[in-house]
């Protein structure tokens, strides 16, 4: 039942009202399609479409060839650019949900106020409202040959030469995605912690269970739905990242991303939209995986 | 949890969270100093001086780029799209509060939006522009590409909205002779008011910030971000920090007179109660 239901009126639109509830809303959910359909389904659908095309070093021929699929399959290059990938995407899932979950769980059983709860909360998301180029910029200063992190240990006497894998190397990437992300396993974790029955905790400890038990045995269970959102999150960002591989490796380090961009600067687009293809069925089998564990709709 | 006396665990788990906030926090305090460095600092520390001199560089047009230009594109496009994100969410949200045919569909579709990786968004819009012979253009493809990173955002924020909102208020309206546009306009739309604020926030900050949807879609003028980015791989002096000095200070302006509006409408509307059909929206 809503207001839009159809009900003539003196002053309403009266041609809305007639068409009844099921135009309603879709006129109301018209601009959101037109808008995915036009900047998502179609831009994919071209991706797809020139994925078999055929290119020279000036123009984009139309064709029907596999060409860019076997290339890109039978290049070890590539099989390694996506194995790096997937690493990064791994090693980044496993800190940033380590990290997301102990932050949101002192977050949400171990502060007491919700005054506090929410303004701990907000200093943990507001970095996500500011720019993600920035904030690896940002490590510069203190990753760098003479940054913060060398001068400090090389000051109180651990190590005499500045160490060199602190900024462009793999440590650095991964370092920069865990800095970016986490906040994204935070907030659904949070999420689904608040949600759980206090009285449920309390029956546990009366049961005898230690703070580690309930919290492995009770706490964790009905977080699923948050770490599987927060992870679907991480996987994908990480997965399809550009800037974070090229910025903080200093351009040695290789993803899919890159790659892409690498081919589409040198105008060889059909290569990159096979790429791209490939790249988000990995990505779509993932994340399918992932949601056999949860109903999203159900946790919002 | 309402025990009196703090757990074993407090005091590591407190300690770890400040130094995950300082993890956060830590870097972007440090160029927030160094962006004050003397005209002869570099980009380490120690300072060598306290001065303004790379900020008042940034503003020379022949040392970067095109930030005036740039920054302004940036400004605008987050603005037209914080406005389409804040309406076209809500009409979705509004759509989506029935089953209607294809509400399944359009509801993963969204969620597809978000978790497709935003280089392809942006390699497909370009290509799509490409092929079709159209010219890309911040306005036209960079807008789209960033809708699609926005909506969802919009979308399941309206979802968690009107998954708690009372259906009683409407009928109430309508009982009272309301039409439906009234009802929308003098009882929906206040009360989801504060939630909107948030929506909007969303929007622009998400598109002001935005780098990879914007990579291949923005056309001949760079955005803010692609600007930046630009720098990064030949400025070498602390202006690099001055410009990321000013965009975080901006950032957290808007941040910070969001949360104040939301915080400022839950509490006049505690203290007077709904101003529903007052029309002071």
Redesign the interface.
Known sequence: ?????A?P?????KG??RLG??A??????A???L??G???????V??VI?SFWDYSEYA?IPDVILDNYTYLLSSPVTWSIFLSTLGYAAASWVLTLL?GF??A???A??V?TLTWQIV?F???T??F???????M??????L?R???VN?GLMGVGIIDHPLEFLLFSDFAVILAFV?LY?LFMVVPIFNSMMRID?SL?EAAADQGAS?WQTLWSVIVPLCRPGIVIGS??VV??V?????TVR?MSGGQGASV?VM??NE?SLLQ?PA??AD?VV??AV??LM?FGMLKAVD??RE? | ??SET??K??PF??A??AL??L??????I??FI?SFQGPEG????PMRGVSLHWFANLFEPQMVGDFGGSLQRSLLLAFVVMVLTV???V??G?????R????TT??Y?????L???????S??????F??LGWQPNWWSSAL??H??WT?PFG??IM??VF?RFS?SY??A??DL????????RH??LPIIAPSLIGVA??GF??S??E??RT??TSGVSNTL?LE??GM?TNVTTPV??AL?TV??VF??T??GVC?AAVTLTRRRRLRQGSDAGKGVF
Not at chain 2, 94 to 98: P, S, T, V, Y
């Open positions: 039942m809503s207001a839009t239901d009900i009126s003196a002053k309403g639109p809305l009202a509830a099921e309603v809303s879709w006129l109301q959910a601009p959101l399609t808008v995915l036009l900047f998502l389904i179609f831009p994919i071209t991706i020139v984009l990290i102990t932050v769980y002192f977050l059983f171990h007491r701990l907000m200093v943990c507001i970095p409202w500011t720019s993600n180029v920035i904030r910029i940002s490590w510069i200063p203190v760098g003479n940054g913060l001068q800095h986490t206090r905790l703070a679907i999150f994908t960002l997965m399809g990242d550009f800037i910025l991303g892409m961009n589409i687009y990159a939209a791209a790249l988000l990505v779509l994340v999203i709709r919002l | 949890m309402q703090r757990s665990a407090f788990l407190a770890f969270f995950f906030v993890f956060l926090y830590g870097p972007m440090a160029i160094l570099g980009l380490t520390f309406v076209i969410s009409s979705a509004l759509a989506f509060r029935r209607f045919k294809g509400s359009l509801f579709l969204t969620v597809t939006s978790i497709v990786p935003s280089i392809l968004v390699l497909g819009i370009g290509l799509m490409r092929v789209g590409a809708l699609t909506l979308l399941l979802f968690a998954n259906p409407e009928e309206a309508r002779g309301a039409t439906p546009w009234q009802t929308i009882v929906i926030m969303f900050t998400l002001y910030d780098f990879a990579l291949m971000p930046i980015y990064t690099l920090y990321g965009t975080t950032s957290f808007v941040i949360l």
